[in-house]
């Protein structure tokens, strides 16, 4: 099994950065695609940013060129960094690793909060 540990959220002011980490552990052999999900206070929780083990991204429109999700050699951490960060950002954010056969891992969840 794969386990996920989320840190890097916090407070910050609008138009301010924060970056996510997400390490990952266990039989980590088998994930083909790590990515960010969140999820805000009466909505549902949707899908952020992903990389695969090719190199390929994906991100939602509503923060594309603002966030960048990266991953380093090992491809055991994930990252991303929050840029021109805007009060609709605030939800909790969730690490995500799928294994080949589809099997989903979550992490506990990091709270995000943009207000002045």
């Known amino acids: 099994q794969v386990q996920l540990v989320e840190s890097g959220g916090g407070l910050v002011y609008p138009g301010g950065s924060l970056r996510l980490s997400c390490a990952a552990s266990g039989s980590f052999f088998s994930i083909n695609a790590m990515g960010w999900y969140r999820q805000a206070p009466g909505k549902e929780r949707e899908l952020v940013a992903v990389i695969r083990n090719s190199g390929y991204v994906n991100y939602a429109d509503s923060v594309k060129g603002r966030f960048t999700i990266s991953r380093d050699n090992a491809r055991n951490l994930v990252y991303l960094q929050m840029n021109s960060l805007k009060p609709e950002d605030t939800a909790v954010y969730y690490c995500?690793?799928?294994?080949?056969?589809?099997?989903?891992?979550w992490g506990q969840g990091t709270q995000v909060t943009v207000s002045s």
């Open positions: 995500n690793a799928r294994r080949s056969d589809g099997i989903l891992y």
